[in-house]
């Protein structure tokens, strides 16, 4: 039984293994609905979100049962200081006057059964002084002691609820919107874990973009190095010319090898947000292709339908059962109690083997019922306007991803002229160097600048699609960027 958690932890690696061995088999790029699909199952903030919600349930369910009878088994261990005493002068003189006048009855009755007649007055009077005398000198001086000093009792006792106040049905309905918070909570971390795993797939579509470019950079840079190498060998271009070039491939190199170091941490950070193993072979070769996408202005109440604004709103259930909870205090409470003895043989006095009853618990005053009632009606409202602040903030993010959208559409418009203009730049320098009308340097600076606007390019696109899944995720939808990321 000790290795069964830990059959069920190989299982659970070997099938990862095997999940991700799937979307990485023959090479093939993972889609980002791919990415989606292995978050479902192994993110840990969804998992502990789902695990909140399975506790929510099973309390819940305990709620239910709270209906049901208590059947406690009470059992109790004494031991007394000294022994139990009986304290017999307390009734003393109830005693004997009570057997005094016992025996003028008895004495007269055998009179009047002999005679006919009751016995005179005087006689009772001498029967009973008698009798008082002797049961009075006989009778204990002291109070005599129980020989147990310990005693052990067991039973049954039995409590059901028949009012309570509507306290069980509060308290049931207070276990409800836990779990529909719960629920709604797991809906919020999904779309939250799938918008950040859409934008970390973007992050690495737009460095596997620059990668490339920058391995062209780094080509031509070499490539123009070595000109200017033979350039410097027939003498034809000054040595410190060809240095000049040798530092800018240096750089360029270095910025090669910065970008690789980003893409591995970037994989680092897409694999934990996936839940699985940080070194994953996770192979995404797509770059960034810029593609229009025209965000819809949503209408009607859209906002409704985002996890975001449906968790304020199940604050206000919460708050609306807080209050009836409080209100309940100061109902009465009424049971039905029972007991069945099973042991107390040892005690001195010995209660019935069973009873029943109704039991009342009522509090008449608590200062705090008052106070407390006051703070849940004062929750209400405060969740009333976290629920009118969350459809704000949800509209206010649709409308500015949407600006921020077509803001980005010129830019890349614009960047896109640009990049080709300088790309044509640097193609007529290069051709220009060839036949000895422009230097190494020139087409050095031609490429450097070719890349910075490709750079501002890319980096405008990713800025574009960064701004499209904010908005697709203020629509509560982040899922839909898929569509336009091929």
Known sequence: MRNKPTNHLKWYL???ILAIFVVTANGQTTSLET????????????????????????????????????????????????????????????I??????????????????????????AAQDRIYNASKNIIGSVYPNYNPSLSKQSYFVAGLGVRQPIFLGNKLDAASNLAQSLVNSADINVDLVNKEVDFLIAAQYLRILYLNTLFNKQQIMVDALTKNNNYAQ?????????????????????????????????????????????????????????????????????EGDF?????????????????????????????????????YNLYQRDLPLLMPDWFVGVELQWTLFNGQTRKRTLAARQLIEEAKLAEKNASLGIQVLSTVARNKMKSL?????????????????????TERMRNQLSSPKDVNDALLIET???????????????????????????????????
């Open 14 to 16: 070997l099938l990862m």
């Open 35 to 94: 990415c989606f699909n292995l978050a479902r199952d192994h993110n840990m903030t969804l998992r502990q979100a789902k695990s909140a919600l399975l506790s929510s349930q099973y309390n819940l369910q305990a709620e239910k049962k709270s209906y049901l009878p208590k059947v406690d088994l009470l059992s109790s261990y004494t031991y007394l200081s000294s022994p139990l005493t009986v304290n017999l002068q307390t009734v003393k003189d109830g």
């Open 96 to 121: 004997v006057e009570g057997s005094s006048k016992q025996s003028v009855n008895a004495a007269n009755e055998v009179f009047k059964e002999v005679t006919g007649n009751d016995l005179s007055q």
């Open 230 to 298: 033979e350039l410097v060998k027939n003498q034809i271009l000054a040595p410190y010319q060809k240095s000049w070039t040798n530092v800018i491939l240096t750089q360029a190199e270095s910025h090669f090898n910065n970008i690789k170091l980003e893409q591995q941490n970037a994989y680092i950070e897409l694999n934990k947000l996936l839940g699985v193993p940080l070194d994953s072979a996770i192979i995404i070769t797509d770059t960034l292709t810029y593609a229009v996408i025209e965000p819809f202005k949503p």
């Open 303 to 339: 906002w409704e339908s985002n996890p975001v604004y449906k968790m304020a709103g199940s604050k206000i259930s919460y708050a609306k059962t807080a209050e009836k909870i409080s209100s309940s205090f100061s109902l009465p409470n009424i049971f039905a109690i029972g007991n």
């Open 409 to 429: 559409q010129n830019e890349v418009a614009s960047l896109d002229n640009a990049r080709k203009d300088a790309h044509t730049t640097s193609r007529l320098i």
């Open 452 to 486: 910075e606007i490709e750079k501002g390019y890319h980096t405008a696109v990713f800025g574009y699609y960064l701004a499209a899944a904010e908005y697709f995720n203020s629509l509560g939808k982040p899922q839909q960027i898929t569509q336009y990321i091929k």
